[in-house]
């Protein structure tokens, strides 16, 4: 199977913000002088309908410090603390408490997960009690479980609406599935490109992958509506399809190669940001445009030339029909 993106490097941007920048040299002084507190917070609520969580949660606080986590630094030992410091975590009804969790500092969201899997049967022997992971380490790992479905659920909303409204636009289910086809041949190819550069080291975020999608079928339906308009005009002058798109695309290949190169740019100057996010975009959407502005002037065309007069069934334009002038009004 071929490489993907996701086979390899998918997460958030490491380095969001400049290493002169206040908050990072107030990380590094952080890690620097108070090391053996750094890692990343989470917090374990835990909660019970029955009268009271109090021995539940001295008893879970004893075998998760007892247990071997994988990327947990430390557990709150609540068993072992005064009273006093034990009635600080628990609620007034004695229905609610909290136990806070460090893992390591370099734990990722799939580290962080392979954590929360050695403890999910501990806890799931307390049949009375609910938990939950919140804090930096809940978040994070709420976070990637988002994106790693949100590129299908992109993809296949996207792919919906936009054969809705073609459909609706054009009245051709033809003229609405040739741009779409074409969308995600491209979405294949440009995924497993970006695949092999996050293989090869390049940093490639969730986020960017889910934009990249929207991204990439907006370009393409766009520059397929082009060549479209101009096939159709020319369908109407000469009979044989093979001439009427060679003519088509004398007009219309030089803006979309300019209309995509100026996208391209744009992209390109991305890498000049200091937001880590942003400059993430750079390599992947300027990836995108090259094969996007290859496909439109190749792919479109040759499928829109395959099928012809056909492609805009049923209302299909014929030699000698007098073109629509935009009214006056």
Do not use: C
Not at 155 to 171: E, K, P
Not at 201 to 230: C, H, K, P
Not at 240 to 266: H, W
Request: glycine share 4%; charged share 15%; net charge negative.
């Amino acid at each position: 199977m071929a490489p993907t993106a996701k086979q390899f490097s998918v997460h958030n941007v490491t380095a969001l913000y400049p290493e002169n920048s206040p908050s990072v040299v107030a990380k590094d002084k952080i890690d620097a002088y108070f090391a053996e507190s750094d890692g990343v917070p989470g917090i374990l609520v835990l909660h019970t309908d029955s009268t009271s969580i109090v021995k539940e949660v001295h008893e879970i606080a004893m075998e998760l410090t007892e247990t071997e986590i994988p990327n947990v630094t430390s557990v709150m030992p609540l068993h072992a603390l005064p009273e006093d410091i034990t009635t600080s975590v628990i609620a007034d009804d004695h229905k609610t408490a909290f136990l806070p969790i460090l893992f390591s500092a370099s734990a990722t969201a799939k580290e962080i997960n392979e954590g929360l899997d050695t403890m999910n049967p501990l806890l799931d022997t307390y049949t009375d009690v609910h938990y939950y992971m919140t804090g930096p380490a809940g978040i994070v790992v709420d976070t990637s479980a988002l994106f790693s479905r949100a590129d299908l659920v992109l993809l296949f909303s996207t792919i919906g609406i936009v054969l809705l409204l073609l459909i609706i636009t054009y009245r051709s289910p033809f003229l609405a599935l040739i741009p779409l086809t074409v969308a995600v041949i491209v979405y294949a190819i440009t995924d497993r490109v970006i695949g092999l550069f996050a293989k090869n080291g390049v940093e490639v975020a969730n986020q960017s992958l889910s934009i990249m999608t929207i991204f990439l079928f907006a370009l393409i339906v766009d520059y397929s509506l082009f060549i479209f308009s101009r096939y159709r005009e020319e369908l109407k002058r000469e009979q044989n399809k093979y001439v009427a798109m060679q003519r088509a695309l004398a007009e219309i290949s030089v803006p979309i190669f300019y209309s995509g190169a100026t996208v391209f740019v744009a992209m390109i100057i991305l890498f000049m940001t200091q937001f880590g996010d942003y400059k993430n975009f750079a390599p992947v959407f300027s990836t995108a445009v090259i094969i996007i502005i290859f496909a439109a002037l190749t792919l479109v065309p040759a499928l829109f030339t395959i099928f012809g007069q056909k492609a805009f069934w049923p209302n299909i334009p014929q030699v000698g029909e007098q073109s629509e002038k935009p009214s006056a009004l």
